[in-house]
């Protein structure tokens, strides 16, 4: 090997190493329980570039809003979550700001999400929107056991780049696993996957027929009130929902983020979803 070489291989491997210890983690873990209608953290841990909030602390905690200090997520980086509602316990969990998810590099960005509901508790995880840019790899797995009567509203959307920008994700991954179970018994599931060359993919008609910006909401227990609430209301873009055995899920498309949002806020508000106030702000 010439020194040339051999100086090209040194740097190379420094690079690669100083990558790798430049990834962020992250780990959110809250356990919460509720008396006289009132919801009091247990425990709350936080770990690597993730943060909670609790703005209405001083009512209850009603609300927590999960702070990313790293800013975002590339390629390598992990999230963690972990959430326990006991009986009595209400909370709606959103984040401070759009995730936004860059090109890989080598490794995926991984989020894994586990959510346990006892009987007796609400939860609602409605994160804002995860954007993702061109060349990104995103692996999202989503996990909810719910115990009893416990209530769960899932909302999650993802947007490939910002429209108004003139972004354009040509290329790159998003798999998207969610699995929902009652006692033990698996009752939803699903994965999204989608690659390759995801601008062309998205422009046609069976997938997304030019929209950009896509959402799926679900509900368990879903009630057919549900449904004819939902189909009440306006919407911009693209909105649908189904109701059976027990389970509502609606989907969104739209052609931005902001068109998105709105139908999604519109949604929730017409079927009595409280919203956190963020979304409203």
Request: charged content about 20%.
């Amino acid at each position: 090997m010439t020194e040339r070489n051999e100086t090209a291989v040194l740097d190379t491997l420094a690079t690669q190493q100083t990558f790798a210890a430049n990834r962020a983690t992250g780990r959110i873990a809250l356990d919460l329980t509720g008396a006289s209608g009132v919801t009091r953290r247990v425990r709350v841990g936080e770990d690597g570039s993730l943060r909670a909030r609790f703005p209405n602390a001083e009512r209850g905690d009603t609300e927590a809003v999960i702070v990313n200090t790293a800013g975002g997520m590339a390629g390598g980086d992990a999230f963690s979550f972990d959430i326990t509602l006991r009986g009595g316990a209400n909370l709606a969990i959103t984040t401070a700001a759009a995730e936004k998810v860059y090109r890989a590099i080598g490794a995926p960005s991984r989020i894994d999400v586990r959510l346990n509901v006892e009987a007796g508790a609400r939860l609602s995880w409605v994160p804002q929107e995860t954007i993702v840019f061109d060349r990104t790899h995103l692996e999202r797995g989503i996990e909810v056991d719910l115990a009893g009567n416990g209530e769960i509203l899932l909302a999650e959307a993802i947007v490939f780049g910002r429209a108004l920008m003139g972004e354009v994700v040509t290329s790159g991954s998003v798999r998207d696993r969610w699995r929902v179970r009652r006692d033990g018994k698996l009752i939803f599931a699903e994965t999204l996957r989608i690659d390759g060359p995801i601008s062309e993919k998205l422009a046609q008609a069976p997938i997304g027929n030019g929209s950009i910006a896509f959402a799926t909401v679900y509900i368990s227990p879903g009630r057919e009130e549900h449904v004819e609430a939902f189909r009440a209301a306006t919407y911009q873009g693209e909105a649908g929902i189904s109701c059976w055995n027990g389970h509502c899920v609606a989907r969104f498309s739209a052609h931005n983020s902001a068109a998105l949002r709105n139908d999604m806020a519109a949604a929730l508000h017409a079927m009595n979803m409280t919203l956190p106030r963020i979304w409203t702000n």
